[in-house]
């Protein structure tokens, strides 16, 4: 212990030279911000899991530690005093010429917010390696660092260095090896640039549409299908500041490369770096899990293997059967295991079978339990006798947190980050009353809950279980895929006009796509609008609050004020239709009333007139398709919104006249209000009378 | 301590990270860490050697766990074992001599010592070394056990007898921590000239003319040959480059450098080359007690077309690598598998390892071992830094070497601790 001690003070005084020479520094985050591995990290976070025996987080920092990194700072989130307690306890506190600071944060929920967290603490002094705490890798940093530095002092906006490597990803599941979609980057071969970045690439369209402007400046570019994005970084400083600055930046990739990628007023630049012979992935599902597992029980992460990590413990490499037992599991006879994962303190009962499942710590299965491919029993669940766990579950004793909104979510639930632990040792005393409650979902004398895999996601399942896809899946898509090339072949219109593109007159790609992105962008925006709409009527917010917030949306989706205007007024048709009325007076006393509370709010949006008939295109709109019940409406409230002034008669005079020349099914509307617009041209001419 | 502790820590990693390639440079630097450990090591007034060993075995259990594959770690702390216990031994001796002689009168003894024991203790490590004493493994069997308990029992009767033994106590510690870095000295200049001493028995081996065959790189082989080039000695080399590091090519353009004639050849080429060459010479990862050789991979081959051809195979090994263990002890059956990267490029074959589809697990292996053995009925000569031996003399040569004592000192510390 005082050889510790000495060395920690050591260390401080050492600390004022090591900040003039810039030590190599890096950022390790150790959580995901995603919910891939629930339900395990509901009760311990993902880096803590063991990756053939030793915690993920291990394979990490020794990586650092032998690339030459000095100053290592975990964050941790999730779970933090786990990860906190587990670093402490463990060698990585006690090394010289490497320091492991751990910073906590309770509030952060996405890897945006922890660089933005870290930045405030200003900490990184240089150019540091950013990477998370699921990462495996052997490679060297030397020969990335150099170009990076080297490119740093030629261009000062090269901000970034991306890892990749080559790994084809299969032709039929159009998903890499690690589970992973298939990623696209186009590389300008000549300075490694990155110019293109797209991992959510739709298949169903068949094609990807890069900006030609690409193509005009760059004299060369491969577009790359076939690397795998090894998630380790090499930054600038500036990265953080760009993520304090750029608020809004939640994911590494999805956010901020993508966003730099398509800013130019900036003009940042990333760079990629491939490695050949040596080895870096992540873990990012459970099929990554098992992926990367028998990597490194192949040895492709030598020296990062087990044997070489902790030489006490007595793993010695021998020939590798398809599963491993852990210490102090007890497995009955008559047992088949194949291929799974199976954790410490493990029981077995007689005659189970197991076929790729992952089983955690201190489960029991009882005699004659089955565990069909893909199952994810979480810690201490017990499985009932001759019970028949279905494929792809995940079960565990802690019950699926019920709200499921988004993907941007946290490996906790809520606030159980700190008590996460306590929560499960109370149910190890409960478990005689949990016992009856839950003996119908995992058979008799079963502890837990079969976790619901919520609609859409079941038949995405199989791509990232540890089990291998099975047979039929391929088998279909690849029936899939031929009839799409035949279609394909047979015409190149086929496609595009089954997914009712407008036109295929010009048969420009990326024009096409464009298009529809703009409407995808539209239809979410009008969501947005509506709901901020409707909270505002309900919790009687102020106009002026409401108008901030839709002037908000409005910056955050690139829309115009026109669309606000339309949005705006969309919504409040759309609640004058959905509160009770029986009949079309009601239906139209109950729009005045909304457009009279609320047209401030829908005034500030229309500044002139070309907005305006935007608001009356939109509403013709509607009442020919989700509102019909306005269509006979239309006149008057064209006209209650003539006396509220928010259309202009210069505006619905215009409209008139634009639609003169459309078609008949155009103007139905038109000759509706026909009257209502005769009434306007004769007042203007009065108006003009008297004014001369 | 703490400084001891550090470079304890650091040389460990190292260890653990595979940093430190060679044996000799991992030999040399072990016996460095050992000499700092003894230096370090606060001496009790009673049995010093046994504290002296303890502490050794203490950090060199742990530096054989760093890195179980690399068996000169566990040679080197060996014979420092075996130099303290020897050291132990000598001035023990020395000092039963000095207390029989003088038993009468304290003042005398004081005096006696000063000058004895620094005749002696020297006198009998160089003599114990240095003479093949016939019956080596039986003497060193029975003595040390004695070793152990003598300073016991005489530090107990001096404690009884007098105050002015304490003073002559602390001399006599010193003695003995100085006599031991003095031998860890010697040892750690034996291994760092190893090299030369072993090229300098080169020209009695290779003639005029001749066709040498070797096998990847070996530092020992290229001083080797090159100080046959130096004497004036014209001859042809042949490399075999040694995969999957390709280390011969290495050697080759060294070999080139310095004036030597060399041909290239892959691996399996050997065989149909061994029938023009006149001598193999190679190096070891180790020599085991029973003459057996941990070589790099592809050696066994070798030795096996040279037989076949009856060509010699030579063996230069320095010292350090002589272990005292047999091939059959579970330590030395560890082989190193490297990455599999050596062999083929990862994102090639990265569809071949697709665990997804198929039945889970990869149908495609790779398996990248570091080491062969070669069994002593193929090696023709080992040559050392103190000369030629036969297989079947490996044994003497390590009892001199090593204390029966240590022999598995990692499998009983363990245990005890």
Redesign the interface.
């Known amino acids: 212990m005082?050889?510790q001690k000495?060395?920690a003070t050591a260390r401080v005084s050492e600390d004022p030279e090591e900040l003039a020479r810039h030590p190599l520094q890096a950022i390790l985050l150790a959580d995901s911000f995603t919910t891939k591995f629930r339900p395990i990290t509901l009760e311990r976070p993902k880096v803590l899991l063991p990756l053939v025996n030793i915690p993920m987080i291990n394979y990490t920092l020794?990586w650092l530690?032998?690339a030459g990194v000095e100053e290592v700072f975990v964050f941790c989130c999730a779970h933090s005093k786990q990860v906190i307690d587990y670093l402490e306890s463990s060698e990585w506190s006690s090394?010289?010429?490497f320091s492991v600071t751990t910073i906590e944060s309770h509030n952060s929920i996405s890897a945006g917010d922890a660089l933005r967290l870290i930045y405030e603490r200003n900490v990184i002094h240089g150019d540091f390696v950013l990477i998370s705490g699921d990462t495996v890798s052997?490679m060297s940093l030397t020969q990335a660092l150099q170009e990076h530095k080297d490119r740093r002092k030629k261009d000062a906006n090269a901000i970034m260095t991306m890892v990749v490597?080559?790994?084809?990803p299969?032709p039929?599941?159009q998903?890499s090896?690690l589970?992973t979609d298939e990623l696209f980057m186009a590389i300008n071969p000549v300075t490694k640039q990155l110019l293109y970045y797209e991992d959510k690439a739709e298949y169903s369209k068949g094609f990807i549409s890069l900006d030609k402007t690409l193509i005009a400046d760059n004299p060369s570019v491969i577009l790359h299908n076939?690397k795998q994005d090894c998630y380790i970084d090499i930054c600038s400083q500036e990265v953080l500041s760009l993520f304090t600055d750029n608020f809004d930046y939640q994911h590494l990739r999805r956010h901020f490369v993508k966003g730099l990628l398509v800013d130019d007023i900036m003009g940042y630049k990333i760079f990629t770096h491939e490695i050949?012979?040596?080895?870096a992935a992540r873990i990012d599902n459970f099929?990554s899990y098992?992926?990367i597992s028998?990597?490194i029980i192949?040895?492709?992460?030598?020296?990062f293997?087990p044997d070489?990590?902790c030489?006490?413990s007595a793993i010695?490499?021998e020939r590798q059967g398809?599963y491993r037992a852990s210490e102090r599991c007890t497995i009955g006879s008559n047992v088949t295991i194949?291929?799974s994962y199976i954790w410490n303190n493990v029981t077995i009962e007689d005659g189970c079978q197991l076929r790729?499942a992952i089983v955690c710590d201190g489960v029991i299965l009882k005699s004659g339990a089955v565990l069909q491919p893909g199952v994810i029993l979480s810690f201490k669940v017990v499985v009932g006798q001759q019970f028949v766990v279905p494929a792809y579950s995940k079960v565990s004793l802690l019950q699926q947190p019920t709200q499921q909104d988004s993907d941007e979510e946290l490996e906790y639930a809520d606030s159980t980050s700190g008590t996460g632990e306590l929560r499960s040792d109370k149910l190890n005393g409960d478990i005689a009353p949990d016992l009856s409650e839950t003996a119908s979902e995992l058979g008799t004398g079963g502890v837990g809950y079969i976790w619901t895999v919520f609609e859409g996601a079941y038949d995405e399942e199989w791509r990232h279980s540890v089990?291998?896809?099975p047979t039929d899946k391929?088998v279909k898509l690849m029936l899939d895929k031929d009839e799409d090339e035949e279609l394909l072949t047979q015409d190149g219109n086929v496609i595009s006009a089954s997914r009712e593109l407008k036109t295929d007159s010009d048969g420009n790609g990326s024009e096409d796509d464009d298009n529809e992105d703009s409407r995808d962008d539209y239809v979410s925006f009008e969501k947005e609008v509506e709901a901020t709409f409707l909270r505002a009527v309900h919790e009687n917010v102020k106009v002026d609050l409401a108008v901030l917030e839709v002037n908000a949306l409005r910056l955050s989706y690139n829309m115009a004020s026109v669309d606000c205007g339309g949005a705006i007024f969309y919504s409040m048709m759309k609640l004058a239709v959905e509160s009770p009325h029986n009949s079309a007076s009601e239906l139209h006393r109950n729009a005045a009333d909304i457009v009279t509370t609320w047209q401030k709010l829908l005034k500030s949006f229309l500044h002139d007139i070309d907005e305006e008939i935007e608001v009356i295109l939109k509403f013709e709109e509607m009442c020919l398709e989700s509102a019909k019940e306005f269509a006979a409406l239309f006149p008057q409230i064209l006209h209650l919104l003539y006396d509220k002034e928010i259309l202009q008669e210069d505006a619905i005079l215009r409209w008139a006249d634009e639609k003169e020349g459309a078609d008949e099914s155009d103007k139905v509307f038109l000759k509706r209000s026909e009257k209502f617009i005769q009434w306007l041209r004769e007042a203007e001419e009065e108006e003009d009378d008297e004014d001369e | 301590?703490?400084d001891t502790?550090?470079l304890v820590?650091?040389f460990l990693?190292k260890l653990?990270?595979?940093?430190i390639e060679g044996s000799q440079a991992t030999a040399k630097q072990t016996a460095e860490l050992l000499r700092s450990v003894i230096s370090q090591t606060r001496m009790p007034y009673t049995n010093q050697a046994a504290a002296l060993i303890h502490s050794v075995k203490a950090v060199g259990e742990r530096l054989i766990?760093?890195?179980?594959v690399e068996l000169a770690v566990g040679n080197v702390v060996r014979r420092v074992l075996h130099i303290v216990r020897e050291e132990d031994l000598s001035l023990t001796t020395a000092a039963m001599a000095g207390l029989n002689l003088s038993a009468e009168s304290d003042d005398e003894d004081d005096t006696d010592r000063d000058n004895h024991p620094a005749l002696s203790a020297a006198a009998i490590a160089a003599a114990s070394r240095s003479t093949l004493r016939p019956p080596s493994l039986q003497t060193l069997l029975e003595d040390v056990p004695d070793s152990a308990a003598v300073p016991h029992t005489s530090s107990s009767g001096g404690d009884s007898e007098g105050k002015s033994k304490s003073a002559d106590k602390s001399s006599r510690s010193r003695k003995l921590k100085h006599d031991v870095i003095e031998a860890v000295n010697e040892l750690i200049q034996d291994i760092s000239t190893c090299h030369e001493l072993i090229a300098e028995q080169a020209v009695e081996h290779i003639h005029q003319n001749e066709v040498i065959l070797t096998l990847g790189s070996s530092r020992t082989v290229l001083e080797f040959l090159c100080a046959a080039k130096e004497k004036k000695r014209s001859f042809r080399v042949f490399v075999a480059e040694g995969a999957p590091r390709y280390q011969g090519h290495l050697l080759a353009k060294e070999l080139v450098t310095r004036g030597l004639q060399t041909t290239l050849i892959t691996d399996s080429a050997v065989f149909a080359m061994i029938s023009r060459v006149n001598m193999v010479i190679v190096g070891a990862h180790a020599v085991m007690a029973n003459g057996g050789v941990i070589a790099p991979v592809g050696l066994n081959m070798v030795a096996l077309a040279a037989q076949k051809h009856a060509v010699p195979f030579v063996v230069l090994a320095g010292s350090h690598k002589l272990c005292p263990l047999y091939p059959h002890h579970p330590e030395v059956l560890?082989n190193e598998?490297?990455?599999?990267?050596?062999l083929l490029?990862?994102?090639?074959f990265?569809?071949c390892?697709?665990?997804?589809?198929?039945?889970?697990?990869?149908l495609l292996?790779?398996v990248?071992p570091t080491f062969d053995y070669v069994p002593p009925k193929l090696v023709s000569l080992f040559i050392t830094d103190t000369g030629g031996h036969n297989p079947s003399y490996m044994y003497r040569l390590i009892a001199d070497y090593y204390s029966a004592d240590d022999l598995v000192l990692e499998r009983r510390t363990t245990s005890g601790n």
Not at chain 2, 65 to 68: D, F, L, Q, T, V
Not at chain 2, 337 to 342: H, M, N, T, V
């Open positions: 005082g050889a000495k060395g020794a530690e032998s090394q010289p010429n052997n490597k080559q790994s084809k299969s039929i599941t998903q090896r589970g076939d050949h012979s040596s080895y099929r098992d992926t028998k990597d192949q040895r492709w992460t030598y020296p293997v070489v990590l030489g006490s010695k490499v398809t194949e291929g790729n089990a291998p896809i391929l | 301590m703490p502790q550090a820590n650091d990693n653990k990270k595979r940093k766990a760093a890195n179980p560890l598998l490297r990455s599999p990267s050596e490029d990862f994102g090639e990265s569809d390892l697709d665990f997804g589809s198929g039945i889970g697990a990869p292996h790779v990248n």
